[in-house]
């Protein structure tokens, strides 16, 4: 009975760190994604207020962040 | 909380909610300090109440991770028992399940102890943003000394202003993804060399054309990797903690637009244990967040040793 539940616990916490071990390389990609968006978003944003150019600048940041984020996300994805 | 209590002639409830949350969630006022101190190359070095925590998690990781560990490495090759047989569990598992799959073998011992000293740094930083012991302290102070709130020379009324998750500030979570930062450079050029560690940023082979547009994308994406670190480590301390100040002052809210105590004494049967179960989830929250920090270093100091493109 006891063998049983150290198995149990054992097996249940090799799957726990084999999901931790697979996590790793998509929460960066999830995390960069999001703050390439927001980090260039704001500097448009920013620069929109500075030279009263909106909304160019925000909509430049936006599409930047999008495309350094997919990026960020595509190199994890198709990483061989 | 407490000093944020002191009600200004004329406002009512619905107007100090916002501000009194936001004193309880961000750093104390530098021009109110705990601790003056004179300015060193311009900069202000008074010690505020964000510094002052995060002292005192320095002192507590101290207490509590080096001195065991010391302890058992004078005792010889015994197994470890009480909190360094703890302390061991935790550091096996972050070497073998964070850093060694995304660093590699070779570099394991080299870049653990960075990343183990992040995760029991910001673990207890966000720990002890759980724990309201200046308010204690504060209530302590008010109901059993009989110290007013309006005394301003009072050392715990100064101790009252701000919040105590140091993990909170975006200028201490940027000074932790700045170390990040620089790991990333100093791992990569420790394993191929700095020029090849730059040249490795974008992919080999390539038509020149691309590489005018790859090349500024991955400088960004250097900025980017430890800007997600300062964001999300802030934004997830200080939202449980706005979240559950939110729910508790429905109860203040309540009380004043039916101008009645009852209606907030009854709100109280409902925020207060929706206040407790998140604060149950925020018990949850300090430890994924000092995990996801290191998981997500480790990562990014991976990407700079095992080059995929």
Same mark, same amino acid.
């Given at each position: 009975?006891?063998?049983? =539940? ?26 960069t ?23 160019s600048?925000?909509?430049t ?13 595509? %190199?994890?994805?198709?990483? #061989? | 909380?407490?000093?944020?209590g002191? %009600? ?12 009194n ?27 505020? #109440? ?6 005192? /998690? ?5 207490a509590a ?17 009480g +909190? ?7 550091? #096996? ?14 570099? /394991?011992?080299?870049? &653990? ?5 992040? !995760? !029991? $740094?910001?673990?207890? *930083? ?11 302290l ?20 100064g ?7 140091a ?5 201490? &979570? ?6 990040? !930062?620089?790991s ?5 050029? %420790?394993?191929?060399?700095?020029? =090849? ?5 974008v ?13 500024p994308i ?7 990797? @430890? $800007? ?5 480590? *802030? ?6 903690? +706005?979240?559950?100040? *939110? ?17 907030g004494?009854?709100? *109280?049967?409902?925020?207060? @244990? ?12 300090v430890m994924?967040?000092a995990? /996801? !920090?290191?998981?997500? &270093? ?12």
């Amino acid at each position: 009975m006891i063998d049983d =539940q150290d198995n149990f616990l054992g097996k249940s916490l090799e799957q726990f760190q084999r999901f931790v071990r697979q996590s790793g390389p998509a929460a960066a990609a999830a995390y960069t994604l999001l703050a390439s968006i927001l980090l260039l978003g704001g500097a448009g944003y920013i620069i929109d207020q500075y030279f009263d150019s909106s909304p160019s600048g925000l909509l430049t940041g936006l599409g930047l962040g999008l495309i350094i984020g997919f990026y960020e996300l595509a %190199k994890s994805v198709f990483k #061989k | 909380m407490i000093v944020g209590g002191e %009600k200004a002639p004329g406002s009512s409830v619905m107007d100090q909610v916002g501000d009194n949350i936001i004193h309880h969630v961000s750093n104390s006022d530098i021009h109110h300090p705990i601790v003056h101190l004179p300015h060193l190359f311009g900069i202000d070095m008074s010690v505020t #109440k964000h510094v002052l925590m995060l002292w005192i /998690v320095a002192v507590l990781v101290s207490a509590a991770v080096i001195i065991p560990i010391r302890k058992y490495l004078s005792r010889g090759n015994s197994a470890p028992s009480g +909190i360094a047989n703890a302390i061991e569990a935790v550091v #096996k598992f972050i070497r073998d399940s964070i850093v060694a799959p995304n660093v590699g073998p070779k570099w /394991v011992h080299t870049w &653990t102890p960075l990343i183990l000293t992040f !995760f !029991f $740094f910001i673990l207890f *930083a966000n720990a002890i943003g759980m724990v309201p012991i200046f308010d204690v302290l504060g209530l302590f102070n008010r109901f059993v000394m009989g110290v007013p709130a309006s005394d301003s020379h009072n050392f715990i009324n100064g101790m009252l202003h701000g919040g105590v998750t140091a993990t909170g500030n975006f200028n201490v &979570t940027a000074a932790l993804a700045t170390i990040t !930062f620089f790991s990333i450079i100093v791992a990569g050029t %420790k394993a191929h060399g700095f020029l =090849q560690h730059i040249k490795n940023l974008v992919p080999h082979g390539l038509a020149w054309p691309i590489y005018i547009i790859l090349i500024p994308i991955e400088l960004m994406g250097l900025i980017v990797k @430890p $800007f997600a670190l300062t964001m999300r480590l *802030a934004a997830n301390m200080t939202g449980g903690h +706005i979240a559950l100040l *939110a729910l508790l002052s429905l109860m203040a809210i309540f009380a004043e637009m039916f101008h009645s105590a009852v209606a907030g004494i009854g709100v *109280a049967f409902v925020s207060v @244990p929706m206040a407790a179960a998140i604060s149950g989830l925020e018990v949850i929250v300090v430890m994924v967040q000092a995990y /996801v !920090f290191t998981l997500l &270093t480790a990562v990014f100091v991976g990407m700079s040793i095992n080059v995929h493109h």
